[in-house]
């Protein structure tokens, strides 16, 4: 995919290590990975095996020093093993790691959800985004007795079979519209519109809103690169699902906890019309571990068991190890985290204009709050034809001109630049010189 003289790096010899156990991997994992965006497929070359993560900075098993822009796709708002999540979490584990009775902590974790998010009454614990979003779905769906969900195109809400229709993130890297094994009768269920679109809503509920169970939304696009809703677009779904009936599922397992203290909704404001019904969270949620969510209004979630028919359940959900860690992950995320947050965001984002300006690279930043991505492309981008026209050879070439450098972004260039709180003036100026340098490179 590289042309240069120099793309000996995509065999992976600058990472024998990580080569090595990545041709390991390949004999007893699908492509060596547990999640398909690991594998680098749309970058090319090896990806790095991670041995130790310490603030802002990973290692990689040749001794290889990283700035992390990875975060673990979100969760590591503190940076690696923050002390006091560590300490939580070996005190949770020293007394137990899983009881399946309740516990203290779940309910410590649901109150701190509840406190910080104003329209959730109840919350659920699961142990990831795709079972909150799965969850939500099917509460939707026996709480309206319809069927019928509306996406939007380029919304990833984890690999839920009826939410596979033209999702984003690895799914979008991959270019499949749809995966293989999802039955047509499951996505046949499912309506996908283009995102920001608020006629093309209104004329699917104008024809079929009797049948629509409810429209699920990420709070803030951030799977397709980062495209917040168009002033007025979640006013207007809180409109038209109200009108028919229908419930509004926000999704905030990217956004929650991350471009505010109170996730996007904090930012934009409860929609005219009133709160989503439902929302999903995970990701910052579990501070690294797996816990996730889903909750809202005390009549829907009234139709959960056991307090109602609408079956849910999981043999790990609330497990108190990562309930520890996510507690005290949210208990730590203060204004100075979201104000440390948004500043490197700043300097980041005024050093990539800086150098693409400077070298002609076509470029376009979006943010949401403290999250951003960065477009290969000019333009504004509202929704997934936009995120799809970009140059992402030349992103290519760019991510491996900067994991040389020593920073390691997301190996795609549909995804958010994930940054923490422990991003210090040293891996930020670091990171800047490997913008400098790795733009002129490309250029
Ligand atoms: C990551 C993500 C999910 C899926 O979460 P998993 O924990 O990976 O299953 C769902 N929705 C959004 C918006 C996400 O970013």
Known sequence: MTTGTDTAYLQGADAPASAALL???REVIPGGVNSPVRAFRSVGGTPRFMVRGQGPWMWDA??????????????????????????????AASSGFSF?????????LAEELVRRIGPLDRVRLVSSGTEATMSAIRLARGFTGR??????????????????????????????PDSPGVPASAAGETIVLPYNDVPAVEAVFAERGQQIAAVITEAAAGN??????????????????????????????????????????????IPAGGAPDLFT???????????????GRAD?????APEGPVYQAGTLSGNPVAAAAGLTTLQKCTDEVYARLAAVSDTLTAAVEESFTRHGIPHRIQRAGSMFSVFFREGEVVNYDDARDQ??????????????????????SFEAWFLSAAHDDEAVEHTVQAIAESAAEIA
């Open 23 to 25: 041709e390991r991997a």
């Open 62 to 91: 040749d001794g290889t020093r990283y700035v992390d822009l990875v975060c673990s796709w979100g969760p590591m708002i503190l940076g690696h093993a923050d002390p006091d999540v560590l300490r939580a979490v070996i005190e």
């Open 100 to 108: 399946g009775t309740p516990t203290e902590r779940e309910v410590l």
């Open 147 to 176: 069927s019928v969900v509306v996406k939007f195109a380029g919304c990833y809400h984890g690999h839920v079979d009826a939410l596979l229709a033209s999702a984003g993130s690895g799914v979008a890297t991959f270019g499949l």
């Open 224 to 269: 397709m690169g980062v495209v917040p809703p168009a002033p007025g677009f979640t006013d207007a779904l809180r409109r038209i699902t109200s009108a028919h009936g229908a419930l509004l599922i926000s999704d905030e397992v990217m956004t929650g906890f991350r471009c505010s203290s109170t996730g996007w909704l904090g930012l934009e404001g």
């Open 281 to 295: 969270f995970g990701k910052v949620m579990g501070g690294g571990f797996p816990a996730a969510a889903f909750g």
């Open 300 to 304: 829907v979630m009234a139709m959960l």
């Open 391 to 412: 140059h992402f050879e030349r992103f290519g070439r760019f991510f491996h001109a900067m994991l040389r450098r020593g920073v390691h972004l997301p190996p795609s």
